[in-house]
């Protein structure tokens, strides 16, 4: 297999593109087509501090890596989440990102939350001693992450939250969202999600990627991170219509990228609308400052009482 730019040996073939190509123009392809979309979305500046949510996983690391080699001002975060499962998973996350700014970017900062250290429990013990835990992690899980890369985000007077998120995430909770007609979630879906009342503003330029791209730039990269998934993440929905839809790709390549992107278009131009679901107000939670819709305290800190 040729590359189609200078004939050298092709390490990937992007059939959706029509291109194959060698390792040096498969990085800078790759790198282009991030700060394209960054662009296209106005997602932010060179001047502007952005915050790099990093799991220690493929698509976090090459995102931080690809901001890094544009010179953005991306500082990267993450939260270590406690969770062991036997097979040491948070330990061998954190491991992963130290190791990425160590061997490629050692001028890099890397912020780290560990929520055990600041708030007493890990993520599995959380979900097994509280009642919106109830025994299932992910149901506390995600609420902490938000809330502590909002105030990460808030505290260092960052720009904006960056997450790795590729087009099989975007699609598959596309298909997930139009199965069942969440029109509040279809209306909202969406690359980049505006600062609102103290939220703040969250991007993901890696919505054109697909995510055996990302998987495939980390190698050739040199990148080593996390190749197993949460141990929680097994059996989740998400996952199940990825597998659907890589099936579908496999009998029409690009079907993935055309959905997504017509999604957006037909949204953009007016073509279709979905109504937003009515946004409850926020406002301060009494005890943290952040910014909430349920009481006077918000979910977050309501979990540790
Ligand atoms: S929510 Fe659930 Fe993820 Fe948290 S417990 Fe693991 S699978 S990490 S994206
Ligand atoms: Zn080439
Ligand atoms: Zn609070």
């Given at each position: 297999?040729?590359?189609s730019k200078c004939g050298g040996l092709a390490v990937i073939n992007l059939h959706q593109h029509r291109l194959r190509l060698c390792a040096n123009h498969f990085i800078d392809w790759f790198v282009t087509m991030t700060q394209r979309t960054i662009e296209h979305y106005r997602m932010f500046t060179p001047d502007d501090p952005v915050l790099v949510a990093v799991s220690g996983g493929k698509d976090s690391l090459a995102l931080w890596d690809v901001l890094l080699r544009l010179g953005y001002r991306a500082e990267g975060m993450h939260i270590?989440?406690?969770?062991?499962?036997?097979?040491?998973?948070?330990?061998?996350?954190l491991d992963k990102c130290h190791k990425f700014v160590a061997e490629h970017h050692p001028a890099a900062v890397l912020h780290v939350v560990d929520v055990e250290r600041e708030h007493g429990r890990s993520i599995p013990t959380l979900a097994r001693t509280t009642q919106r835990g109830r025994g299932k992690p992910?149901?506390?899980?995600?609420?902490?992450?938000?809330?502590?890369?909002?105030?990460?985000?808030?505290?260092?007077?960052?720009?904006a939250i960056a997450t790795g998120h590729n087009m099989d995430?975007?699609?598959a909770v596309l298909m997930q969202n139009t199965l069942h007609w969440q029109t509040g979630y279809l209306a909202r879906q969406a690359p980049v999600l505006e600062e609102r009342d103290g939220l703040a503003r969250k991007v993901k330029p890696f919505v054109r990627i697909y995510e055996r791209e990302a998987a495939a730039y980390a190698l050739v990269r040199g990148i080593d991170y996390i190749y197993d998934e949460c141990p929680f993440a097994k059996g989740?929905?998400?996952?199940f219509y990825k597998e659907l839809l890589n099936r579908l790709e496999l009998n029409s390549p690009g079907a993935k990228q055309q959905f997504y992107l017509q999604f957006l278009q037909a949204r953009n131009r007016g073509q279709v609308s979905f109504a937003e679901?009515?946004?409850a107000a926020l406002h301060p939670c009494l005890r943290c400052g952040q910014p909430t819709t349920a009481g006077e305290v918000c979910a977050f800190c309501r979990l540790w009482e």
């Open positions: 297999m040729k590359c270590d989440l406690g969770i062991d499962e036997g097979i040491g998973y948070s330990g061998t996350s992910c149901a506390v899980c995600g609420l902490v992450k938000r809330h502590v890369m909002n105030r990460v985000a808030r505290d260092g007077g960052f720009v995430d975007e699609v989740s929905t998400t996952n679901a009515e946004q």
